[in-house]
């Protein structure tokens, strides 16, 4: 099952991805889950309506929203991916993480904004967890039962304010940066497998990220566990699990984007989250 956020007719609210359209779960609720999040934190498949039986509308009737438009937190981790050729003894001990804000945040379809202070906007391709039961101290055997679902972000990194000093915040929190979507799927109906999940990044087209999640660090169980126990993880919460080696600045030369690039990533079992570059006006 797909689940996804939106607005119709200036009404916020989510459903089920049912063929070419979605069904209307905030609509269908009657105000019991008026969105994806509170579903999450006090909703259970029972109180899904019996049946689905079709679409109320299409996507062309809607604009998307992030996937979990308000969530408490959004935890980023870096530097997570093994590397061809990488030095072992430099493989960090402890995973390097930061915080992204949700007004950054935009959705598939959305454009990525190229900020007018900066012309180096980058693109890093990565899985997001969707944490669906709340927990601290959670323990790694324990973790993956915590998790509701995976999608899929673009982590729009502006590299000379996030080089201002050794924390990240600025360059990963400018306004329109943070693509998320286009929704999430179910964990039950993803399980994670030793090869992990393919992931691509596009740019225009042209591949410029493909890797594996099974080459990540750490791992997704580790992360929950290393996460919770110095935050209480609660419903809605986002992991984002890290990118590869491909992305604008680790290319030489560089290639930040520009307005008018198309920027794609997809995973597979998910799908493919794209947003084309504008210019902050």
């Not at 935890?75 to 050729?85: D, I, K, P, T």
């Not at 003894?89 to 379809?109: K, M, N």
């Not at 967890?129 to 990194?157: C, F, L, P, T, W």
């Amino acid at each position: 099952m797909k689940l996804v956020s939106f607005i119709k007719d200036q009404r916020s609210s989510w459903g089920i991805v049912h063929g070419d359209g979605i069904a209307d779960l905030g609509n269908r609720s009657a105000g019991l889950f008026p969105d994806l999040r509170s579903f999450l934190t006090a909703g259970s498949p029972k109180d899904l309506p019996g049946s689905v039986t079709g679409p109320d509308f299409g996507f062309d009737e809607v604009r998307l929203l992030p996937v979990v438009p308000n969530p408490d937190k959004i935890v980023m981790a870096a530097l997570n991916y093994h590397e061809a050729g990488s030095d072992p003894a430099r493989t960090p001990e402890y995973p390097v993480l930061f915080l992204r804000l949700p007004c950054s945040q935009i959705a598939d379809g959305d454009p990525l904004i190229q900020p007018s202070q900066s012309e180096r906007l980058d693109f890093e391709g990565e899985l997001a967890v969707i944490i669906g039961k709340a927990g601290r101290h959670i323990q790694a055997e324990q973790a993956m039962a915590h998790v509701a679902g995976y999608s899929i972000y673009n982590d729009g990194s502006v590299r000379d304010w996030q080089k201002h000093s050794h924390q990240f915040t600025a360059g990963k929190n400018f306004t329109g940066t943070g693509a998320f979507g286009p929704w999430m799927v179910e964990a039950e109906d993803l399980p994670v497998h030793e090869r992990g999940f393919q992931l691509t990044t596009r740019v225009n087209g042209v591949e410029k990220q493909r890797t594996s999640t099974a080459r990540m660090i750490f791992d997704i169980p580790y992360l929950i566990a290393y996460i919770s126990t110095f935050a209480p993880l609660v419903a809605g919460d986002v992991i984002v699990t890290g990118t590869c080696t491909g992305f604008g600045i680790t290319r030489k030369p560089p290639e930040f984007l520009n307005p008018g690039d198309f920027v794609e990533v997809e995973i597979e079992g998910i799908g493919t989250l794209s947003n084309r570059v504008e210019a902050e006006v």
